[in-house]
């Protein structure tokens, strides 16, 4: 059996999803609401707003154009684990 990983990017910014399901809301989401913070980051900034610091909204997270979406797809075999699931900057 084949298996396939998925790479999305959105200008400098990329993820990896290792199927079309999760591929496909990743893609509606990005169209509906743009590229926001991830769990962890927010997480940890109610953290420290929950804690008396003074920790600003993050930035409302603007729709991305469909043009600016690249997905490019990989044979692997076996099948990787998932990957966290994190924007990287291009070239980490």
Excluded at 53 to 64: I, L, Q, R
């Amino acid at each position: 059996m084949t298996h396939y990983r998925y790479r999305i990017q959105i200008g400098d910014q990329y993820t990896y999803r290792s199927g079309e399901y999760e591929l496909g809301h990743l893609v509606e989401a990005l169209l509906n609401h743009g590229v926001g913070y991830d769990q962890l980051e927010e997480i940890n900034r109610l953290v420290r707003k929950a804690k008396g610091k003074n920790v600003p909204d993050p930035p409302k997270p603007v729709p991305v154009p469909p043009e600016k979406i690249r997905i490019t797809v990989e044979k692997v075999a076996p099948p990787r684990p998932p990957q966290k699931e994190k924007w990287h900057k291009v070239g980490e």
